[in-house]
């Protein structure tokens, strides 16, 4: 392709050849040359154009994608929200569920001792049962020494004359 100032070098150039030519061959050579320079004219305002084109596309796609980045964005930020009050909330049942199993091993130990305690009592008074068998018949309910208990049930009631007097 010839460029706007080669078309015009290559028509000097031939103007100076043809020193001694007609009018017409000037007129037709310049008319040559008014052509390429049109023609690359129009090539020039054609590239333009598309290059125009071009570019005004280019920008309604990094529009695009920049919209659509910016609502990503949002939902992201929309979601991550979401993420951090649920690990707050799931951090506070945490927390609440630590607590009552520390306030479950205090009442487990308090009671694993109470009936440790139990145990022993119950190995204490199997060990000694003959005993509290016999003692057992000689207080009454309140814990009292229950005297009509007391007394052996086959003995005789003996009674003086002094204590019937009255």
Known sequence: MASPGG???SGTSSLQNSGSGSEGD???NMNQ?????NITDQKKRKRMQSNRESARRSRMKKQQHMEGLSAQIEEL???N?????????TTQMYL???SENAILRVQMAELSNRLQS???????????NSLFQETDQLFNDCGFLDAWNSFPVNQPVMTSNDMLMY
């Not at 040359?33 to 320079?37: A, E, G, L, S, Y």
């Not at 145990?119 to 000694?128: A, D, F, P």
């Open 26 to 28: 000037m007129n037709m």
């Open 96 to 98: 609440n569920v630590e």
């Open 118 to 128: 139990l145990n022993e009592i119950i190995q204490y008074i199997e060990s000694s």
């Open 77 to 79: 930020k929309k979601e």
């Open 81 to 89: 929200n979401q993420i951090t009050t649920n690990v707050g909330i």
């Open 7 to 9: 078309a015009y070098s």
């Open 33 to 37: 040359n008014h052509m390429q320079v």
